[in-house]
């Protein structure tokens, strides 16, 4: 785990439709931020994506299913024009309900589930997405890795366990990141 002595920090705007509680939403981001604050991100959530302009970094919640490969369907996806990642990101709530329904074998029979249960699932799961796409418009990279935040398939005991490390970011990839927000810092100040 790497540990930062001092936060580099970021702001992201979030939209959810009625059908994803806020308190959910509460639980994928507080997720998401404890991955990237343990590399030294200190990431704000902003609710009120009227402000969000072309430039701020936005993460839409909703139901569309993405482009499934085989049997895996996304949990999340960001878009990259001429390889530069959009400043938009997507949270497929169907999709992370789709793999907590079919995973009987890892977490058990989800109907048999309290509501709260079901929520940590789902944001473990949409927490941990979230932080893997952060991953590629911080890098502005399409790349994955062989195992960290960064690898691109996961089972489902790896998105529902209560055990995060297996989603930690990898120093040198945190090395990139801090370079280019020093150099996003230095342009907006010049």
Do not use: C
């Amino acid at each position: 785990m790497l540990i930062a002595t001092s936060l580099a920090a970021i702001v992201v705007t979030i939209s959810a439709p009625a059908d994803v509680k806020s308190s959910l939403v509460d639980r994928v981001t507080a997720e998401a931020d404890a991955i990237w604050r343990s590399a030294g991100l200190a990431i704000t959530w902003d609710r009120q994506p009227a402000r969000a302009s072309s430039r701020t970094l936005h993460v839409i919640f909703g139901n569309e299913r993405g482009n499934a490969t085989s049997s895996l369907q996304p949990l999340g996806w960001i878009r990259f024009d001429d390889d530069r990642p959009a400043p938009d990101m997507y949270l497929s709530y169907a999709n992370a309900v789709s793999l907590l329904e079919t995973s009987r074998d890892n977490i058990g029979l989800s109907h048999n589930m309290t509501i709260l249960e079901r929520d940590i699932y789902l944001s473990r799961a949409l927490g941990r997405a979230l932080a893997h796409e952060l991953g590629h418009y911080l890098l502005a990279s399409k790349a994955h890795t062989a195992d960290g935040l960064m690898k691109a398939n996961r089972t489902a005991s790896e998105f529902f366990s209560s055990d995060r490390r297996r989603f930690a970011v990898a120093a040198k990839e945190w090395l990139q990141i801090a370079a280019r927000l020093d150099d996003a810092v230095r342009v907006a100040s010049d």
